[in-house]
């Protein structure tokens, strides 16, 4: 059995984490890594059996710093229509920072996968990730236009937070002036789907 030696893993995640910040996707080479994290190639095939594994375990960090950083500014922010815009554009900020590392690694499992994978599993960007972001998605929606899940059918909030995040990925800016366009047309929306709660 090979020998596992205490926070080794947390000490090569955090090496290819400084390579991709530093220099980007292409630059995470695991030669490299071991070289830099001062182990041997096979001890770090010992903690990750390919390139992929690590990159999902870097993807996997940088995401939650994201989403804790997203977390705070929702919690910090009044309860009006300006955090969905503040919300955006630090959402925005954060996806450049990560430089695409989400994008690079679904192409690679697009690629690696077959016909029958797809079919059979879910691919990771479109899972566990997916419904975090939804589910802070909506925080953001209930408390910037001051609504309680009760005031909007499941239905009409599922579609708005999908739709959001939708926008907020293609639109491929930060720019303010974009950010208050989608809140002035979710508040739109949103007004107009209080007419047809439940409660109404």
């Not at 804790?68 to 954060?94: G, P, W």
């Amino acid at each position: 059995m090979p020998k596992i030696i205490k926070d080794l893993q947390s000490r090569i995640v955090k090496t290819a984490i400084r390579i991709f910040q530093e220099e980007g996707f292409s630059a995470i080479d695991i030669r490299r890594i071991a070289k830099e994290s001062q182990i041997a190639v096979g001890t770090l095939y010992n903690y990750f059996p390919n390139k992929k594994a690590l990159l999902y375990e870097v993807f996997q960090n940088l995401w939650a710093e994201s989403i804790k950083k997203l977390d705070r500014l929702i919690e910090e922010s009044e309860a009006s229509e300006a955090l969905f815009t503040d919300y955006a554009v630090a959402l925005h900020h954060e996806m450049l920072q990560k430089k695409g590392i989400g994008k690079h690694l679904f192409r690679m499992e697009l690629i690696e996968s077959n016909e029958d994978d797809i079919a059979m599993k879910p691919l990771f960007t479109h899972t566990l990730n997916q419904e975090i972001q939804q589910e802070q998605m909506k925080k953001v929606i209930l408390k910037s236009y001051g609504l309680t899940e009760e005031r909007l059918t499941t239905k009409n909030l599922n579609r708005l937070t999908k739709t959001a995040i939708l926008l907020l990925m293609i639109g491929g800016t930060s720019d303010q002036e974009y950010s208050q366009f989608l809140c002035d047309l979710f508040g739109s929306y949103i007004r107009e789907c209080k007419t047809l709660s439940p409660s109404n």
